[in-house]
């Protein structure tokens, strides 16, 4: 969800995480504006290996800061990595201003129908099983895709409503499905975090598991 700042301070700068903030995850609500944005490929296509995010700063003093300390304490960008992240948002771009000229298709839009898809087949699975919920998302206009859409996280924020079921993680853990439990975000044991970014194999496995859970 899109967050606002907890603090304000006049002499500081906000940094805002643009990690998720790609029209397959969340409703664009226009262009950011904000004074440091930080991304990362490994968010927007899953490329995490290529080990490459970047940064838009207004302030170039502030910009200049940022790439003194990345040199001190990784003496630079890989070369082999910064061409491959180039390539990758090339085809990105070129599939959308050179329509099926390269053959790699529209990303975003396949991104969000991958998403949606899943989103319903949990959402399924979850009201099946009957001791569980996920979190609701309104629907807001995106303008990159120029019409109503929802918002499809990559992870799923799940809770338990069965007072019976002390242990969410330690539920899922029988049926050899391993996600991580709300107590690493701040949360109680009652909430597990699902990844919904695996192979269309681990995801099918997934849905299979947990359709067949009895509780």
Known sequence: MIRRAVLSHKAGKRVHDMAYYWPHYTPMRGPADHDIMLFTLSKATGHAG??????????????????NYII?????????????????????????????????????????????DRWRRLRRAIEVLGKFSLPQFSTEFCEFFK???????GFAWLRSEDEKINDCEDIFK?????????????A???????SLLGTDVHFDGFIKRISSLGL
């Not at 290529?50 to 790439?67: Q, Y």
């Open 50 to 67: 290529t080990r490459i995010g970047w940064a838009l700063v207004k302030d170039t003093d502030v910009a200049r800061e940022m790439v």
């Open 72 to 116: 001190l304490n990784t003496n630079g960008i890989s070369r082999d990595s910064q061409v491959r992240a180039a390539r990758i948002l090339k085809v990105i771009s070129d599939g959308y201003e050179f329509p099926n000229s390269n053959g790699a298709g529209q990303f975003f839009h396949i991104g969000r129908h991958l998403l949606t």
């Open 147 to 153: 019409e109503q859409s929802q918002t499809y996280p």
């Open 174 to 186: 029988r049926i050899n499905v391993l996600i991580r439990s709300g107590r690493l975000f701040g």
């Open 188 to 194: 109680g044991p009652e909430f597990v975090r699902i």
